[in-house]
């Protein structure tokens, strides 16, 4: 169902990116509200468009000053976007990857009020970002990679199958705590203003940091690989 638009469909090309990017698939032009079952979803330039409850079998695509608010959707592939307006992705399930570069305003993924546990089959995976980021109660079956991002990074209470990978961000801030981590914590090469957090996180591998300008504080932090470089103080 569309609130306030009429349906558009359009063939457009594969993400490049996880399952089924490389087949085109019929998408619904969103410049409104959608409550129903699309094949895939496009978002054009400058245009916002809210998934309330929504099923989306392929991808989420975000143009240029585009902004996506999504809340209890499904989504069964891949959700992206390069120079984005906003973007929040609440209590919904991506099956595939979220990648997203250049957005210019927030970005939130993640929960809403800690009703469920949203999950991110692949990679949440942002790069040079230029608003607010925060990442939140979600169960992510590969890596977070938050890399030469311009903004405050929130990293809180996620399950991570595989890595964290948070280097070469310039930040006011970067806070990361309550992580289950099955690989590694990685804090690369970051130049940090304000607040370097990292506080209760548990890590399956290794916690290892270097070059960062402020070094990270906290405590609490268990890897079974040690705390290494300028990790090695936070436990």
């Not at 349906?7 to 089924?20: F, P, R, S, V």
């Not at 079956?141 to 311009?150: A, E, F, G, P």
């Not at 099955?182 to 690369?188: D, V």
Request: hydrophobic content about 40%.
């Amino acid at each position: 169902m569309l609130t306030g638009i009429a349906a558009t469909t359009l063939a457009i090309a594969g993400m490049g990116m996880g399952a089924g990017s490389a087949t085109a698939a019929p998408a619904t032009v969103c410049t409104g509200t959608l409550t129903g079952s699309y094949p895939a979803i496009f978002v054009p330039v400058g245009a916002t468009c809210t998934l309330d409850g929504a099923k989306v079998s392929g991808n989420v695509t975000v143009s240029e000053g585009a902004t996506l608010m999504t809340k209890d959707a499904t989504i069964r592939l891949n959700v992206k976007g390069n120079e984005a307006a906003k973007v929040n992705i609440i209590d919904t399930d991506v099956w595939g990857q979220i990648h997203f570069r250049r957005t210019t305003g927030e970005i939130i993924i993640g929960n809403d009020g800690c009703k469920v546990d949203p999950n991110a089959g692949g990679n949440i995976n942002l790069q040079n970002n230029f608003g607010p980021i925060a990442i939140c109660q979600m169960t992510i079956k590969n890596n977070i990679i938050l890399h030469n991002n311009h903004h405050r990074i929130g990293v809180f209470d996620n399950r991570v199958g595989n890595n964290i990978q948070v280097y070469g961000n310039d930040s006011p801030a970067i806070r990361l705590r309550d992580n289950v981590v099955r690989g590694n914590l990685a804090l690369f090469s970051n130049t940090v203003k304000i607040a370097f957090v990292a506080k209760n996180n548990t890590m399956g591998g290794k916690a290892n940091c270097s070059g960062n300008v402020i070094a990270p504080t906290g405590n609490g932090n268990v890897a079974s690989g040690g705390l290494a470089g300028q990790c090695a103080s936070l436990g």
